[in-house]
């Protein structure tokens, strides 16, 4: 087993047991909320840096969440399982009678699957609907981020992350706005994000994904890598593991037994590391185990 190389770290697990669980009425929707959300208010768990909502959804066949409104939050969906259909509103009159192709090119709704991130600007208001339309249970992670300042012009932006690439280490989600809080309207319509291939978030955050095979160890570097995040000390990172393969993965953080060790359902709030900290992350369990880490300032 490896030694802990971040002895000045903190790491407080949040096991799977102890997140809020909601059902929708009719069992439609399985919720397990790592924060407090909703009407699951807990004082201990409002927020962790920048981070405020992280949900492990699961949807039923034909079910979802009708059109309601967010204003100056960071918004995504991270999909594990089956496909999700998201609209929101910036679909203009008359615009339903266009068809599926030119609606595509138009980017009036998106349907996300497996390896796909959605990612919303609450910004100064905006209505979404996300929808599971297929026969099948939809999986997938929701998480929520407080913006460096409110007011912010809505928009969306989706990408594919593939599992390939996961599999070789953390891949790079979501990275800041290039342009910072001052951006221009130019800068904003550009949405170049600091590291090229990710998606830009108006936040001091990070997130990365990887698929850990059994017997692996992979690194996060906090703070991304180099010169991405302006915040260099003391960084608020949480490690999820998620419920993708029947509750055999599980993973060791920075080589610690017990409040380093992490079933699926399970995360980890990591205290008491800088940018470039190294936080090793270690498959040991009998399959692989998929891990998302936000790391906010």
Request: charged share 25%; glycine share 10%; proline share 4%.
């Amino acid at each position: 087993m490896p030694k802990p190389t971040l002895p000045k770290a903190t790491i407080t697990p949040r096991r799977s047991e102890d997140r809020k669980y909601t059902k929708g009425q009719g069992n439609w929707l399985r919720s397990y909320q790592t924060f407090s959300f909703d009407s699951n208010y807990d004082h201990k768990y409002t927020n962790f840096g920048s981070i405020m909502v992280l949900n492990e959804d699961l949807v039923a066949p034909r079910k979802g969440f009708a059109t309601h409104h967010h204003q100056d939050a960071e918004i995504f969906s991270y999909v594990l399982k089956g496909q999700l259909t998201h609209r929101d509103s910036t679909v203009k009159k008359g615009d339903e009678e266009m068809g599926e192709e030119e609606k595509r090119g138009k980017r009036l709704f998106c349907r996300m699957k497996r390896g796909d991130v959605q990612f919303t600007t609450g910004g100064s208001g905006i209505s979404h609907s996300e929808q599971n339309e297929k026969s099948k249970v939809v999986h997938f992670l929701q998480i929520w981020i407080r913006p460096w300042k409110d007011g912010l012009k809505p928009i969306y932006h989706t990408r594919t992350f593939n599992d390939s690439d996961k599999k070789e280490g953390f891949v790079l989600i979501i990275s800041p706005l290039a342009a910072g809080p001052e951006a221009t309207l130019a800068d904003e319509e550009a949405a170049i994000p600091k590291v090229p291939e990710t998606i830009p978030i108006h936040a001091d955050f990070v997130m990365g994904a990887s698929i850990i095979g059994a017997g692996s160890m992979f690194s996060w570097i906090v703070g991304g890598g180099s010169d991405i995040v302006s915040s260099k000390k003391k960084r608020n990172v949480y490690v999820h593991v998620a419920m993708t393969a029947g509750g055999k993965a599980k993973v060791r953080l920075d080589g610690r037994e017990e409040a380093g060790e992490l079933n699926e359902g399970d995360g980890a709030f990591v205290s008491g590391v800088n940018a470039g900290d190294m936080l090793t992350v270690e498959s040991i369990g009998s399959v692989e185990a998929e891990v998302v880490v936000l790391d906010s300032n």
